[in-house]
């Protein structure tokens, strides 16, 4: 069932998906009427998955004339004060038939040390997931590429989105950041989706798409800032383009060949990495 959930975001040929992520305050900072035209707008284009929040998913899914695609609901409080992580989160997932959950792990690590002592609750979460076939996607926080210690740190958060048992993971890339090869390295097979959120120019995201592409991202979501650009059309069916292309955008003239969701190899045991993380202590 998990992999059913998976492949309803990934495209069956390319291996890979484009989405749109709402933020908190898309319904609230704009006309509700217009908001949900943008929408729909961008959905019938031809994206493969919507992120939206809690707030935010039963609003989208009784919109009329939206055409209908994969959710990617957004945890917002991942843990209750006192009894710990939400389970009832798992539950609303279930009966809206979404297609995978997102936790953000910045919001129940701080990254201060190479230890994550908040770890449990994901994990707790991710068994509840698995065992009703949910698949979990990890954002993690992403550094810019200004030292070697900072592109340390963005390997570490990867690695530990991998041992947690993440079934995608995603991460705030900065558009200027042409090394992603080793954070696809670093996720040990499994999907890495990257999204920026700065404004910039259409083409410059088309080239940033096109260059993580090349390096082997499986998806790339764009913040619903582009909703409300003018070109917003046109950008949707460029990206749409460059994501699903099907050559090998690494210059070497193979034709791409989608892997099979669920593919990617885990180390169980968090205590074999141990060795190649120990000198990382990120401050």
Known sequence: MK???LNRIFNEKSGRFLG???????????????????VRSILSEG????????SQVLMVQAAPGIV???????????????????????????RLDVACLVV????????????????????RFKDACD????PVMIEVPAFPEGS?????RNLLLVQHAVELGADVIRTNIPLGLERYSRLIEAAEGIPVVASANEVAPPGAIVRWAETLIAQGVSGVVLDSEIIASPRATSLMRSMLEVVHCQEDLSGEGKPHSAPPVGAGKRRAPA??????????RPN
């Open 104 to 123: 953000k792990l910045n919001t129940v690590s701080r990254v201060s040390s190479a230890v994550f002592p908040e770890s449990g609750s994901i994990r």
């Open 20 to 38: 749109v992520a709402l933020e908190e305050a898309f319904f609230a900072d704009r006309d509700m009427l217009s908001a949900l035209d943008g």
């Open 148 to 152: 070697l210690r900072m592109v340390e």
């Open 68 to 94: 209908r695609r994969p959710i990617i609901l957004e945890v917002e409080d991942f843990e209750h004060p006192t009894k710990g992580p939400r389970m009832d989160l798992l539950e609303l997932a279930l």
């Open 131 to 134: 065992r009703f076939g949910m």
């Open 47 to 54: 994206v493969d998955a919507l992120q939206v929040t809690e």
């Open 3 to 5: 992999n059913f959930r």
């Open 271 to 280: 205590e074999s990495r141990r060795a190649s993380v120990s000198n990382i």
